[in-house]
């Protein structure tokens, strides 16, 4: 499966986002998705997932009660709605897809979008 994110940019402290990732290639229904990001100089790490079914979704404490992650069957595509955003979630943002149903195991996600920036100003 092919995946390309996009949305991402520059918002104030405060601000929200949308990001989404359009899926390509593969049956999108069979594959449980992520949101992983990148700060400057750190590891790579899980934002957010959903069940392939898109019933069921998990967060990383960090983000949990700002962000919200959904997926359109009918669209192939995966969204993160971020809400305010903070400094801190300044990073290059990766959409993932897992061949588990549900994950928040960065070593569980094979395919990996290209990433688009996240910049939060104070």
């Known amino acids: 499966v092919q995946l390309q994110a996009s949305g991402g940019g520059m918002v104030q402290a405060g601000g929200s986002l949308r990001l989404s990732c359009a899926a390509s290639g593969r049956t999108f229904s069979n594959y449980g998705m992520g949101w992983f990001r990148q700060a400057p100089g750190k590891e790579r790490k899980f934002v957010a997932a959903?069940?392939?079914?898109?019933?069921?979704?998990t967060y990383a404490d960090s983000v949990k009660g700002r962000f919200t992650i959904s997926r359109d069957h009918a669209k192939n595509t995966v969204y993160l709605q971020m809400n305010s955003l903070q400094p801190d979630d300044t990073a290059v943002y990766y959409c993932?897809?897992?061949?588990?149903?549900?994950?928040?195991?960065?070593?569980?996600?094979?395919?990996w979008g290209q990433g688009t920036l996240v910049t939060v100003s104070s």
């Open positions: 993932a897809a897992s061949n588990s149903s549900f994950s928040n195991n960065i070593n569980r996600y094979k395919y």
């Open positions: 959903i069940h392939r079914s898109g019933g069921v979704t």
